[in-house]
């Protein structure tokens, strides 16, 4: 549905207001904006020697393995939460209550909690057995897991009804109805809302820090806190994030176009073998 259908399009004069609009805000930003790199200039933030630190060898090796740390939380965190979440979707699914009512129970319980209550509660509570790296990944997996289950859910039945209704009326059974054709299609629609999941996994392994885990965020709070260059250190630690961030993006963007194109050919010679169809 287009916009035009909901409201009148602006006329001449309301498309003069919003320019305006628009150049005010822009203006107010830009203005707040150089009125903070002022201050932090006076006070010495950017000065050369501020960033003398990062040309150390120790520090570089100290920020990489910082990287390294962060991106071995994230793969665990992130490849188990996808099984979790699609178990948990699949059992929110089920026809069956005493399966479907559990489960979610249990979605809704770990999508409420604050993950960092549940990061302090793992490492408080069973840090002896898990340490600092699994109290933070089971936290992540619980977490992202129950939200990656709701996104499985919507993208499942979002695919429009015909779809199963003309598998099953060829002969395939709900697990292959499931396998064949549903999650395949869903897949394409749920790629950019897990791809946010993951860079939100990514980015909440920062959370880390509460329970000394050496991640990225830490690393970067020791070098501040040993030369007294907050600012500095901040921009470094945001663009290895933002670096890591927009190819994980990339990556996701490569995958979806992949999958456009092999999904159509591949799926109906799968349906064709389980229904005998040649």
């Known amino acids: 549905m287009s916009l035009a259908v909901l409201a009148d399009a602006p006329g001449p004069r309301a498309r003069h207001r919003q320019r305006i609009g628009g150049a005010l805000g822009v203006g107010l930003a830009v203005l707040v904006l150089a009125l903070v790199v002022w201050r932090l200039w006076s006070r010495g933030q950017f000065d050369a020697n501020k960033w003398d630190p990062f040309a150390d ?7 990489a393995q910082g990287v390294v740390a ?15 979440g699609a178990l948990l979707a699949v059992g929110r699914l089920s026809e069956r209550a005493f399966v479907r009512a559990p489960v979610v129970a249990f979605i809704e ?5 604050p993950l960092l209550l549940l990061i302090l509660f793992l490492f408080i509570g069973f840090g002896d057995t898990l340490g600092a790296f699994w109290s933070l990944v089971l936290a992540l997996i ?6 990656l289950a709701e996104i499985f859910r919507a993208g499942i039945l979002a695919v429009p009804r015909g779809q199963s209704e003309a598998a099953y009326a060829i002969g395939l059974r709900k697990s292959q109805v499931m ?8 897949v394409r629609t749920m790629l950019p809302a897990i791809t946010s999941q993951c860079v939100v996994a990514l980015k909440d392994s920062a959370l880390g820090f509460v329970i000394g885990y050496q991640e990225l965020t830490r690393t970067g709070r020791l070098i501040y806190d040993g030369y007294f260059n907050i ?3 901040a921009l470094v630690i945001a663009a290895v994030y933002i670096a ?3 190819t994980l993006s990339k990556l996701a ?23 005998d169809i040649h």
Do not use: H, M
């Open 57 to 63: 060898p120790d520090i570089q090796r100290g920020i």
């Open 70 to 84: 962060t991106l071995r939380v994230a793969f665990f965190s992130v490849l188990l939460a996808l099984g979790v």
């Open 109 to 113: 319980f770990f999508r409420a909690v």
């Open 142 to 147: 619980l977490y992202n897991g129950s939200v």
């Open 179 to 186: 396998t064949l054709v549903l999650v395949p299609q869903a």
């Open 231 to 233: 600012i500095p250190t």
């Open 244 to 246: 890591i961030n927009y």
């Open 253 to 275: 963007e490569w995958l979806e176009r992949r999958q456009a194109r092999q999904f159509g050919a591949k799926a109906v010679q799968q349906v064709e073998a389980a229904t």
